[in-house]
T-cell receptor, first 112, second 109 residues
Framework: DTGVSQNPRHKITKRGQNVTFRCDPI?????LYWYRQTLGQGPEFLTY????????KSRLLSDRFSAERPKGSFSTLEIQRTEQGDSAMYLC??????????FGPGTRLTVT | GIQVEQSPPDLILQEGANSTLRCNFS?????LQWFHQNPWGQLINLFY???GTKQNGRLSATTVATERYSLLYISSSQTTDSGVYFC???????????FGAGTILRVKS
């Protein structure tokens, strides 16, 4: 059991650049979630996939954000034209159907 | 949307002391989880407990779903217990965890 993995762990980018993060879920899990956490707050839901289908998106997910899970395994989260307000920890989680969610170590994004 | 309130927001303990953290939620839930977030940001699963009582070593948790609250008990606290404790719930028919604001625990030696 290798757990949920995320890459990169840290990303520093300049405002206006595009960034992409990757999440590899626990292998038998069919659901994959993305959350965002800012300093001093709890994580907030962004979007989730069941297999390869993206079934729900938060209002937090502006049109600069896009997520994919092309083969129902790993997922990518892309942010276009980054803004300083995008600086946060991006967390990925996976679960078997609607049961317990397990989180990865996160990708910390800093936009300068 | 559902409201999740955690108390206390901050707690300082002497090593060896016991503590109780509380989570209140405003609607019926399908799932309730307790997490410990370590200094590197990793969320560590403590309990998956939509109802009932569970124990794991020095930690135990109780969820009373009909009264919409959950309690996390930490006994004989250690400095390694320090960090942020989050409660998170998933509504019946929902597909995402909604987190409380967390309880910051500091255990002093």
């Amino acid at each position: 059991d290798t757990g949920v993995s995320q890459n990169p762990r840290h990303k520093i980018t300049k405002r206006g650049q595009n960034v992409t993060f990757r999440c590899d879920p626990i292998s038998e899990h069919n659901r994959l979630y993305w959350y965002r956490q800012t300093l001093g707050q709890g994580p907030e839901f962004l979007t989730y996939f069941q297999n390869e289908a993206q079934l729900e998106k938060s209002r937090l997910l502006s049109d600069r954000f896009s997520a994919e899970r092309p083969k129902g395994s790993f997922s990518t989260l892309e942010i276009q034209r980054t803004e300083q307000g995008d600086s946060a920890m991006y967390l990925c989680a996976s679960s078997l159907s609607a049961y317990e969610q397990y989180f990865g170590p996160g990708t910390r994004l800093t936009v300068t | 949307g559902i409201q999740v309130e955690q108390s206390p927001p901050d707690l300082i303990l002497q090593e060896g002391a016991n503590s109780t953290l509380r989570c209140n939620f405003s609607d019926s839930v399908n799932n309730l989880q307790w997490f410990h977030q370590n200094p590197w940001g990793q969320l560590i699963n403590l309990f998956y407990i939509p109802s009932g009582t569970k124990q794991n070593g020095r930690l135990s948790a109780t969820t009373v779903a009909t009264e919409r609250y959950s309690l996390l008990y930490i006994s004989s606290s250690q400095t390694t217990d320090s960090g942020v404790y989050f409660c998170a719930v998933d509504l019946i028919g929902g597909n995402k965890l909604v987190f409380g604001a967390g309880t910051i625990l500091r255990v002093k030696s």
